[in-house]
Nanobody, 123 residues
Framework: QVQLVESGGGLVQAGDSLRLSCAAS???????MGWFRQAPGKERRFVAA???????YYADSVKGRFTISRDNNKNTVYLQMNSLKPEDTAVYYC??????????????????WGQGTQVTVSS
C-alpha cells in the first residue's frame, strides 16, 4: 500500500494559482497517480492523472489550467492549478492506482487515498 499526504490547499481568489503536493510512502514509482476533487454534496470526480511513465490525463474542465507532475526521487506528485475558478472549490484528494503499470480515471481504479486538502476559490 502507498500512504499519501496532501498539502498546499487554501483560500484564494478567482484567477489565483495554487500548487498541491502529495507526499507518498511506499512503492510510489510503480503506480499511476491521480487527483480527484469532491465538493460538498457532490460526487468525487476525476481531475488529473499521471501514469508510471509520465503520461498525463485531464478532465475537460481543467485542461489548459491544471498540470499534474511527479518527482519519483522525492516520492511526490503535484497538481499545479492556475486560473482558479469558484467552481474549482472542493476537497482535493491524491490517490494511487490499485495496480502497478496501469492507469485509470475513476475512483474505483485507485486503492490508496490521502486525507484531502481543501481548496476554496472566492469570486
Amino acid at each position: 500500500q502507498v500512504q499519501l499526504v496532501e498539502s498546499g490547499g487554501g483560500l484564494v481568489q478567482a484567477g489565483d494559482s495554487l500548487r498541491l503536493s502529495c507526499a507518498a510512502s511506499g512503492p510510489f514509482s510503480k503506480y499511476g497517480m491521480g487527483w480527484f476533487r469532491q465538493a460538498p454534496g457532490k460526487e468525487r470526480r476525476f481531475v488529473a492523472a499521471i501514469s508510471w511513465s509520465g503520461g498525463t490525463y485531464y478532465a475537460d474542465s481543467v485542461k489548459g489550467r491544471f498540470t499534474i507532475s511527479r518527482d519519483n526521487n522525492k516520492n511526490t506528485v503535484y497538481l499545479q492549478m492556475n486560473s482558479l475558478k469558484p467552481e474549482d472549490t472542493a476537497v482535493y484528494y491524491c490517490a494511487a492506482h490499485r495496480l502497478t503499470y496501469t492507469i485509470g480515471t475513476s475512483p474505483p481504479d485507485f486503492g490508496s487515498w490521502g486525507q484531502g486538502t481543501q481548496v476554496t476559490v472566492s469570486s
